[in-house]
Each structure stands twice: as structure tokens, then as C-alpha cells.
């Protein structure tokens, strides 16, 4: 069993009824509205709920962050890659991550993968943070409801993608082209590197292009989750406004000022 805790999260565990929640703890001292929004939501699944001072919770939830709730659920289940390869609209949006070890940065771009309406997130099993308490917390319970595929290696995952048609787009400050220059209404994930050293070099050829998000100060990079969200969004919008792509390829080209062949394609 695993130890959610937060309002957020727990609510969305039943709300999402993705896995099976074993019994929620709320704190003695809690009487308000968005705790008893909570409590019926368990007493309408059949969840038992159980009351305990706010240390007893601290010491299950191994955190002061609790807000006087705590959960005890089964272990998350991930899908496969090829679960995610089923678009939920016209194109397929996925998002890859290369390495990203802070759950804090996890949990946000899993929360904002939710908001931008990507179909799918795909995390390497070794040297990467995986979806824990934190992550949950984080994602104010958005990890919850996004599908998850657990991949051993990140490089073969992103060449079955291309086998499927599905343009594989990395983000990298030496990227040759501006992120919002490039048409997203096509089927496409979307890569994004580690903390502090981005993309492996080995991920980075196999990506067919590479796009930068242009500074204009005196640093080179943003954090992994700003810039995932800048990026996310910006192909969200696009989705958004209705219109013929400009290519017509399976794997559409993108609007390129010149020509990207040669990155992993």
C-alpha cells in the first residue's frame, strides 16, 4: 500500500477511481467544509474514514503537509506505451521525460499535462523520480488522472513512437528552431531533459527536431517544469484554433525557416 495525503489529492484518487483506496484518516481537529466535501465523497465509494490527531497523521505521512488527511491506496498501476498511442482527440500529444528526478518538478508537469490536455506521459523506470506521495501532493491530485507508462528504455520507446508515425520533438536551449514556430497539430511528443543537464545526448539524436525557448537575459535555461508548461500550452493553443495543417505527411514537417533533417530522423 501507498500514503496519499493533501485534500487535493485524496479527492482526486476517489474522484478518479483509478486505484483502490484501503481507508482515509482525517484529523480530529478539522471540522470544515472542503474536509466534509471530502468525507462524503468517501462515504459514497465505501471508503472507511477513521479519525486521528494531526501527530498521529504527521507520523503517517512522514510530512507536516498533510492538511489533516491521509489515505492509504494501492499501488499506482501504469499503462503501456502502446495504451498511450490511442489519441483521445484528432492528434496524439504525449509527453516524455528524460531523467527528471525532483518529484516537486514531476508533480508540476504532471499537473499541467492534465490542464493542456496531453494524452499520455511516458517515465523512464531508472534515474528519474517516480509518482509518489510528493508528486501527488505536488500535482494538487491532476497525477491522479493522467496516464502514466513506465518505460526500461526511454531511446527504443521514442523509435516505436516513430515507427507509429508520431514526431518526436525535444527541447533543448541549442535547439534550431523557436518552440512556437512549430506546428503541433500533428501527432507528436514532446521531450523534455533532466534537471541541470537536459537531454542525453543519445535521446537528443533521436528526436527528430529540436526546439529552444529564446532568453532574453543573462540566463541560458528555465526550470524543466516552467518550460514544459511555456511549451505544453503554446501546442494546446494551437489545437485550439481550427485549420488545415500546412503538410502532408504521416509525420507532418514542421514550419522551418530551414531544413532540420539529420536530428535522429
Known amino acids: 500500500m501507498q500514503v496519499l495525503y493533501g485534500l487535493h489529492p485524496v479527492e482526486e484518487a476517489i ?3 483509478n486505484r483502490r483506496l484501503e481507508s482515509v484518516a482525517v484529523a480530529r481537529e478539522r471540522k470544515d467544509a472542503r474536509l466534509q466535501t471530502v468525507l462524503e465523497a468517501c462515504r459514497a465509494a465505501g471508503i472507511p474514514v477513521r479519525l486521528e490527531s494531526r501527530e498521529q497523521l504527521t507520523r503517517i505521512a512522514r510530512t507536516e503537509a498533510h492538511q489533516g488527511v491521509v489515505a492509504r491506496v494501492a499501488e499506482r498501476g501504469y499503462h503501456s506505451l502502446q495504451d498511450l498511442m490511442r489519441p483521445r482527440g484528432e492528434h496524439l500529444f504525449l509527453l516524455a521525460l528524460d531523467g527528471v528526478e525532483d518529484p516537486h518538478n514531476l508533480g508540476a508537469l504532471l499537473r499541467t499535462a492534465d490542464g493542456a490536455g496531453v494524452d499520455g506521459v511516458i517515465l523512464p523506470e531508472r534515474r528519474a523520480a517516480s509518482v509518489n506521495a510528493t508528486v501527488v501532493k505536488t500535482s494538487a491530485g491532476a497525477a491522479e488522472h493522467v496516464r502514466i507508462a513506465q518505460v526500461t528504455n526511454l531511446v527504443r520507446s521514442l523509435e516505436e513512437l516513430k515507427r507509429g ?6 527541447l533543448d536551449e541549442r535547439g534550431a528552431q523557436n518552440y512556437d514556430a512549430f506546428d503541433y497539430r500533428c501527432n507528436c511528443v514532446l521531450v523534455l531533459g533532466g534537471e541541470g543537464g537536459g537531454l542525453h545526448e543519445l535521446v537528443r539524436r533521436t528526436c527528430d527536431h529540436l526546439l ?3 532568453m532574453a537575459g543573462q540566463v541560458s535555461s528555465l526550470n524543466v517544469s516552467v518550460a514544459g508548461a511555456i511549451v505544453m500550452y503554446e501546442a ?5 484554433n481550427a485549420g488545415p495543417l500546412n503538410h502532408g505527411a504521416d509525420r507532418p514537417a514542421v514550419k522551418a525557416a530551414r531544413p532540420l533533417k539529420g536530428l535522429g530522423s
Open 165 to 170: 508515425n508520431v514526431w518526436c520533438v525535444g
Open 212 to 214: 529552444r525557448i529564446p
Open 236 to 240: 494546446a493553443r494551437q489545437r485550439r
Open 15 to 17: 474522484r478518479s477511481g
